[in-house]
């Protein structure tokens, strides 16, 4: 890693861990719940204890505002749900525009055992070539996810992650596998700090256990979106979430000190 990488990790992350919320849905679902103002959002979730947010390029001006000195990460691909293939993802963005834009790292998807898979490796080894010239840290979103593959199978998400590593990016994303135990193997995959995607949005105790699931399995913390940013409160559940992964909270004290309701 170079300097630059080292210090604008330290930007998008607290202590080599991360609570990182994703919005960049709007390109793939439009402007749904938690993303109309999202100004707003972004001020909450900050506030909540978030140590980043992510974007697509053209909504940076709307970010900066409203981070409340939070990272920033500029997503480079996309696709969208009304579209021919939502796994089809193309890039939308270059490092050099993150860059401009303000970013502090830049993130990439990439379908791993799709139909799309060949093409997105092509890409992401360029994006991290591109993104090492400037010191800037990439964030693998690598899923398994294709014909025939189990999404939560911890052995597909372990190669996920392994080959974010083997293409050079410094922190991956993926998803999790169900419970610690076996999440446990797909940490094990790979040297890079492991967080997971959150999916769709589950009560507030599924939420917090699952990241509760990922630490215990010594992972480094989560990129979850809507679970976040359509919550009713998203400062509460930002702030749960981050109990957990920068304080090391149990899932009832998590919740109680955001002050949500402790479902059975």
Same mark, same amino acid.
């Given at each position: 890693?170079?300097?630059?990488?080292?210090?604008?990790?330290?930007?998008?992350?607290?202590?080599?861990?991360?609570?990182?919320?994703?919005?960049?849905?709007?390109?793939?679902?439009?402007?749904?719940?938690?993303?109309? #103002?999202?100004?707003?959002?972004?001020?909450?979730?900050?506030?909540?204890?978030?140590?980043?947010?992510?974007?697509?390029?053209?909504?940076?001006?709307?970010?900066? #505002?409203?981070?409340?000195?939070?990272?920033?990460?500029?997503?480079?691909?996309?696709?969208?749900?009304?579209?021919?293939?939502?796994? #089809?993802?193309?890039?939308?963005?270059?490092?050099?525009?993150?860059?401009?834009?303000? /970013?502090?790292?830049?993130?990439?998807?990439?379908?791993?055992?799709?139909?799309?898979e060949p093409d997105q490796i092509s890409q992401l080894s360029e994006v991290t070539e591109r993104a090492q010239r400037?010191?800037?840290?990439?964030?693998?979103? /690598?899923?398994?996810?294709?014909?025939?593959?189990?999404?939560?199978?911890?052995?597909?998400?372990?190669?996920?992650?392994?080959?974010?590593?083997?293409? $050079?990016?410094?922190?991956?994303?993926?998803?999790?596998?169900? #419970?610690?135990?076996?999440?446990?193997?797909?940490?094990?995959?790979?040297?890079?700090?492991?967080?997971?995607? $959150?999916?769709?949005?589950?009560?507030?105790?599924?939420?917090?256990?699952?990241?509760?699931?990922?630490?215990?399995?010594?992972?480094?913390?989560?990129?979850?979106?809507?679970?976040?940013?359509?919550?009713?409160?998203?400062?509460?559940?930002?702030?749960?979430?981050?109990?957990?992964?920068?304080?090391?909270?149990?899932?009832?004290?998590a919740l109680a000190e955001a002050g949500l309701a402790l479902e059975a």
């Amino acid at each position: 890693m170079t300097t630059g990488i080292d210090a604008r990790l330290e930007r998008i992350g607290t202590d080599g861990s991360y609570v990182i919320v994703p919005m960049d849905h709007g390109i793939t679902m439009g402007a749904v719940t938690g993303l109309k #103002d999202i100004e707003a959002t972004i001020d909450g979730v900050t506030t909540g204890g978030a140590d980043a947010v992510l974007t697509q390029k053209g909504i940076a001006p709307r970010v900066h #505002d409203n981070k409340n000195g939070k990272g920033y990460i500029v997503h480079l691909n996309g696709s969208t749900t009304i579209g021919p293939d939502e796994e #089809d993802k193309r890039m939308t963005g270059t490092v050099e525009e993150a860059i401009r834009v303000g /970013a502090d790292a830049v993130s990439f998807h990439i379908n791993v055992g799709s139909d799309h898979e060949p093409d997105q490796i092509s890409q992401l080894s360029e994006v991290t070539e591109r993104a090492q010239r400037f010191g800037i840290p990439v964030l693998a979103m /690598a899923y398994a996810r294709g014909p025939g593959v189990d999404s939560a199978d911890p052995e597909a998400l372990g190669h996920a992650v392994r080959l974010a590593e083997e293409l $050079g990016a410094d922190i991956v994303k993926t998803g999790y596998s169900g #419970d610690a135990e076996s999440f446990q193997h797909v940490v094990e995959s790979t040297r890079l700090p492991v967080v997971i995607a $959150g999916g769709s949005k589950g009560t507030d105790r599924e939420t917090i256990e699952m990241v509760r699931g990922v630490m215990d399995a010594g992972g480094a913390g989560i990129s979850m979106g809507r679970s976040i940013f359509q919550h009713e409160d998203p400062e509460a559940i930002a702030r749960a979430v981050a109990g957990v992964v920068h304080d090391d909270l149990s899932t009832e004290e998590a919740l109680a000190e955001a002050g949500l309701a402790l479902e059975a």
